[in-house]
């Protein structure tokens, strides 16, 4: 492995940005990212899986096998990295440095094994935590129905999901700097803006 470029990671701090399956972090993203065009980037993470038509390799992902991809791991060249569906997905740690070389913040948006990987990485700077959290469960489910882009048994996956993330979120476990309740959209939409670019970011 090279060396991690901690200059460029410790002058564009990445931002890791968690919580439920419908908390509403794609909601607050998109906003932030119309409001900062030039701002943020979002690394290209790498998979075995094959490329679907129209896919490019370093584009939407990197391509790689399964050998290429575990080789990477076992180097610790992975900040986080998943295995769903039979295939192994990773952000790795080049990817998040192109971003911050570039000058831009990186966005991780990942789910809770992620974070503790990231948060205990052996040599990758800390990022900073954010910790989207719905109102409740109920208004998440509700959310999630409203939403209407799954069917029940994976709107019931996610509830369960959610659960597990927030129960993480409550524990002393959790890497998170600061957690936003998203009840009032634009009240989130500013806590969280605060947080990734305020003053005191
Ligand atoms: N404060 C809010 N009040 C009411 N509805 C909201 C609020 N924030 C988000 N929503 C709605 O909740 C739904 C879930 O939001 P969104 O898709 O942004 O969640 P997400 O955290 O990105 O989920 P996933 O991880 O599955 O992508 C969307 O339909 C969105 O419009």
């Known amino acids: 492995m090279a060396p991690i470029d901690t200059e460029a990671l410790k002058a564009n701090v990445p931002i890791v940005i968690s919580g439920p399956s419908g908390a509403g972090k794609s909601t607050i993203l998109k906003r932030l990212f119309e409001e900062f065009p030039d701002k ?30 575990l080789d990477l791991v076992e180097k610790k060249g992975f900040v986080e990295h998943a295995q769903f569906g ?31 990987q990231v948060a205990n990485h052996p040599t990758f700077p800390r990022p900073r935590f954010l910790f989207l959290s719905p109102p409740s469960m109920d208004i998440l489910e509700q959310r999630l129905r409203s939403r209407a882009t799954d069917k029940e048994e994976a709107i019931l996956k996610r509830l ?38 305020g003053k005191d970011a």
């Open 86 to 116: 039979g295939n192994h997905y990773g952000t790795s740690v080049k990817a998040v440095e192109n971003i911050a070389e570039k000058g831009r913040m990186c966005i991780l948006d990942i789910e809770m094994e992620g974070v503790k």
């Open 160 to 197: 369960n999901q959610a659960k597990a993330e927030m129960e993480f979120a409550k524990s002393g476990e959790a890497p998170h700097d600061k957690v936003v309740v998203n009840d009032d959209l634009d009240k989130a939409y500013q806590e969280v803006r605060e947080f990734i670019v």
């Open 40 to 69: 943020f980037g979002f690394s290209v993470s790498h998979t075995t899986r094959s490329p679907r038509a129209g896919e490019q390799n370093g584009r939407e992902y990197n391509f790689v096998t399964k050998e290429e991809f």
